[in-house]
């Protein structure tokens, strides 16, 4: 039989190299202990629900819950299939299963959100996220020698065995630097902001019982080294004694914790809040009664909370290095990560009604250029060239 043009049209976009693509994603990174990673998943995983290039599979660990996150919905409720991968993230034995949890599904190309989760053979064309490299820039960022050479030595594998994406550009030359592997542009996937933080919120009223302070700076990450978190308790001194600190994250138990002790040694333990674990709707109701937005990081892959804070219209201080720069451009106050003098001065400048206007203004530009549909659109023709 004879197929007129519309009808062999019509068969070369059912074939299976076009339509039938079976796509793996390892939805492990979809819990409670991968904040930013786990983000990045649930996004992509919604965004990518309309396209019909491919079949999906996600793989989730038996009994794996979330609070932050819906796992039914984000994956029956999008159409995809559920697998079961039973090992931990950071587990070398992941190796020797994956070929054949990923035959299994009849996978075609895999991507895994994290850099030590993915296989090293089998799953067809394989994609791998490098989100930084901060334990590869300094000894002190890692918890101990032992993990951070371990840590190294699984990514030069896996960085070998998959197309590596990143999340912004001074990452990928981090990357090219420690593992001579290139990172092109068409490889970096830049984060995207959720559109609630976006929305008219309410500031905060109560939380734990007690109303937050006035006027306070805000400061979102977990306390590890790179965060830096302590030189912004050494800027308090130098700002107005109504000015407070709200600290939101957990304390990583790996690291000594220098918050306390330099609180203390400055008498200002009594003008900071620590906030370790806040919901959804609480962290975007701080972002809207903050007075500035203070990210003093020495190393980050993104620094998606900065985005965030643009998005909530709060306006931006950060420390200046090279991915903040690539992220904020002129949407944010760019200031030394060790000068607390430099920060106080730059926080303080922002009660100009008019510089504040302008920063504001600068960061919902930026954020335009930073939506999760941008995103999603980079990562669906990255899976497509890979």
Sequence with gaps: MTLSPHELSSQRELSPRRRREHLAVDGRVLSDEYHGIGRLAEMLLRRLAGTTEFEVTVFVRPGQTSRRFDLDGLIEGLGYRRAFFDLPLTSSLQWLRWPGALRRVGATVTLSLYSLGGPVVGGGRKGTFVHDCIMETDAR???DRRTRLLYMLQTALMVRRNRVFTRS???ARDIERFYRVPVPEWQVIPGGVDENFARDIEPLGQIDGQAPPKTYVLQVGARRPHKNVAALVRVLPHLPEDYHLILVGTVDDRFPDQVPAVAEELGVTHRIWHLPRV????LQSLYAGASVFAYPSLIEGLGLPLLEAMAAGLP????DIPVFREIAEDAAVLVP????????EAILRLRSPQVRADLIEAG???VKKNTWEVTAARMLEALRRM
């Design 141 to 143: 960022f890692a918890p």
């Design 169 to 171: 550009a001074a990452s």
């Design 279 to 282: 919901s959804e709707s609480e």
């Design 316 to 319: 931006v201080v950060a420390s």
């Design 337 to 344: 990560p060790g000068d607390p003098r430099a920060w106080a």
């Design 364 to 366: 919902h530009l930026q």
